[in-house]
């Protein structure tokens, strides 16, 4: 049994039926327990040869339990709300959620990247930078009083660094996270 083959009309959850993957016909719920009986399990992934796993969706819930009709109503009221359609993707269908909209390729983005020549001012032990993803838009972080470095024109030129302090590796931070 699979969400995609279940079928309801004019957002109606009473007339939700499951639909033959074989013939498309619609088969009412009040046949799950012979479907359930007849059914075998079968493993579609190699396992380890001591463990075996089967991903079930709520739709296999005995009569009684979970409905079919009240999963539909629950996708009906959830599927324009992305926070309840996430919680119901995750609770009912037993998947992941997938996050929509743009991501960002990271190899794409490494390609992008402009060599960026300037000299360190003396007394810096270490550069970093943030980068923080939202959508199309960039929000770049920098330590305060750092800001004066984010504009290419105003680092100053620096003598050569001190011998007793040593300049470490630069680090860097991209979070892609969509909040």
């Not at 399990?41 to 005995?62: C, D």
């Not at 939202?134 to 750092?146: D, H, I, T």
């Not at 001190?162 to 860097?172: A, D, H, K, T």
Request: net charge neutral; glycine share 10%; proline share 8%.
């Amino acid at each position: 049994m699979r969400w995609e083959n279940i079928r309801w009309r004019d957002d109606d959850p009473k007339t939700a039926a499951l639909a033959c993957v074989h013939c498309g016909v619609l088969i009412e719920e009040r046949f799950k327990p012979q479907m359930l009986a007849a059914g075998r399990w079968r493993p579609t992934a190699k396992g380890n040869g001591e463990t075996i796993g089967f991903h079930l969706v709520s739709l296999y819930s005995p009569l009684g339990r979970l409905p079919w009709s009240a999963t539909v109503g629950e996708f009906i009221g959830a599927k324009d709300n992305p926070l309840r359609l996430k919680n119901w993707v995750n609770s009912v269908l037993g998947e992941t959620w997938e996050e929509r909209g743009e991501t960002v390729d990271p190899d794409n983005l490494l390609a992008r990247g402009e060599r960026y020549e300037a000299e360190v001012p003396t007394g810096v032990g270490v550069l970093i930078a943030a980068l923080h993803i939202l959508g199309p838009a960039f929000v770049k972080s920098l330590p305060e009083r750092a800001a004066a470095l984010a504009n290419r024109r105003e680092v100053p030129v620096a003598a050569e660094p001190e011998p007793s302090m040593p300049l470490r590796r630069p680090r860097g931070w991209i979070d892609g996270w969509r909040g």
